[in-house]
């Protein structure tokens, strides 16, 4: 805040700004994330004529990165840089592509993308995953299926993020054979499939109802050596209960607690070993699961 006390000083006095004086004080508003004096230093660098570089704009950009509501904020900053001449390179887009990402703006991200590809902007995994994530919280299942396809064209190999919210988006979406597909790719290339990917997968083919392909995915979740986290756990038990399979949705509790997973929180799971243990006759077992949780 001392820079931008002593930028205002100089105004005070007469002394006329150059571009490095308005170029540092942008970046210092925008350090501290005060976006409306990154701005205000902004227009007026511009109103005095001053030469602003890219490393203005993405500051400006960066101090908007993180608020919900600002991302018009940051469409308009990211669009007076291109109408100015400047050509946006990969820091500026992919805080563009954050702000938008963070702000569920997947439309806003896929055209911020568009602009990168026709003005030559060279892209990288971080800008490549933003937007897949973008993707997944605008449940665009279809547009992050498109996007890993052009990322591999385009010789920019995803990683198990990218991966990640493909297969989250087709989740949520509930697209369990394209979930199932992505995860069955990860194995045969770089990235391999973490926790989170066979959450993803496991949720989906238990919301479903795909006990069959659940049972699969325990089972290579285990082979792979990869230690499963109370989701996994509450995902698998709740879809062997859906089939009644209670002995199955037991063990796999118990197999949490022997591991040390912790279960708090995760009803679903109990309620799913409770409702099998009672429809299958097992009315003891039932009050047992209840005392549990």
Same mark, same amino acid.
């Given at each position: ?28 508003? &925008? ?11 902004? @227009? ?14 993405? %500051? ?35 805080? &563009? ?5 963070? =702000? ?19 892209? $990288?995994?971080?800008?490549?995953? =933003? ?10 299942? $279809? @547009? ?15 990683? %198990? ?9 087709? =989740? ?26 066979? $959450? %993803? ?66 009803? @679903? %799971?109990? $309620? ?22």
């Amino acid at each position: 805040m001392q820079v931008l006390g002593i930028y205002t000083a100089m105004g005070l006095c007469g002394i006329r700004p150059t571009a490095v004086s308005g170029g540092v004080a942008v970046a210092a508003a &925008a350090g501290v994330r005060q976006w409306p004096l990154a701005l205000a230093q902004l @227009h007026q660098s511009r109103r005095s004529s001053l030469g602003l570089s890219i490393v203005d704009y993405t %500051a400006n950009l960066r101090a908007c990165d993180g608020k919900q509501l600002h991302w018009m904020r940051m469409l308009s900053i990211f669009l007076d840089m291109v109408d100015r001449g400047l050509r946006p390179d990969v820091v500026a887009c992919g805080a &563009a592509l954050s702000g938008c990402e963070k =702000s569920r703006q997947w439309r806003c991200a896929l055209g911020l993308l568009g602009e990168m590809r026709a003005r030559l902007a060279e892209g $990288n995994l971080i800008t490549l995953n =933003s937007l897949a994530s973008a993707c997944e919280k605008g449940l665009q299942w $279809n @547009h992050a299926l498109r996007l890993l396809r052009d990322a591999r064209d385009g010789g920019l190999g995803p990683d %198990a993020v990218t991966f990640n919210a493909a297969i989250s988006a087709c =989740s949520t979406c509930q697209r369990w054979p394209e979930s199932l597909g992505l995860l069955r790719e990860m194995p045969q290339g770089s990235p391999r499939p973490d926790v989170v990917s066979f $959450n %993803a997968v496991i949720t989906s083919c238990e919301r479903g109802l795909r006990w069959e392909r659940t049972a699969t995915l325990w089972r290579d979740l285990r082979v792979s050596s990869t230690r499963p986290s109370a989701i996994t756990f509450g995902a698998a038990a709740s879809a062997a209960g859906s089939v009644l399979l209670w002995e199955g949705v037991a063990a796999l509790l118990e197999g949490a607690r022997l591991g040390g997973v912790s279960l708090s929180g995760r009803s @679903h %799971a109990l $309620n799913a070993e409770a409702s099998a243990c009672d429809r299958g006759g097992a009315w003891e077992a039932a009050l047992g699961c209840l005392g549990r949780g």
